[in-house]
Nanobody, 123 residues
Framework: VRLVESGGGLVPSGGSLRLSCAASGINFDDSALGWYREVAGKKREWVAAISGGGSVQHADPVKGRFTISKDRTKNMLYLQMNNLRPEDTAIYYC??????????????????WGQGAQVTVSS
């Protein structure tokens, strides 16, 4: 399994970015996928997830601003981030589980991780 993120960068507060994750070696219909983020010195936190069937969940801090989606024909996972805030600054990681359900991904943790993409929001 290989996960490769792209689309990070520097954006002013209130701006938008879209992160992409190219996935290989995993079946999009069988696996829950997600985005996590990490700030130096803090625990990596869950941001959003999508089940094998397409159900989505978003963490409270990003709800209404971020949207997770996937394109199973292209094996791509996305995170559209709008109305970005300085506190969204972090390294964002694409992640995948081997189970269909979001609950399993969140409880057991992902089985696979991407290398991370830096997102910096200036105030």
């Amino acid at each position: 399994v290989r996960l490769v993120e792209s689309g990070g960068g520097l954006v002013p507060s209130g701006g938008s970015l879209r992160l992409s994750c190219a996935a290989s070696g995993i079946n999009f219909d069988d696996s829950a996928l997600g985005w996590y983020r990490e700030v130096a010195g803090k625990k990596r936190e869950w941001v959003a997830a999508i089940s094998g069937g397409g159900s989505v969940q978003h963490a409270d801090p990003v709800k209404g601003r971020f949207t997770i989606s996937k394109d199973r024909t292209k094996n791509m996972l996305y995170l559209q981030m709008n109305n970005l805030r300085p506190e969204d600054t972090a390294i964002y990681y694409c992640a995948a589980g081997t189970d269909f359900y979001i609950a399993t991904l969140r409880q057991r943790g992902p089985d696979y991780w991407g290398q991370g993409a830096q997102v910096t929001v200036s105030s």
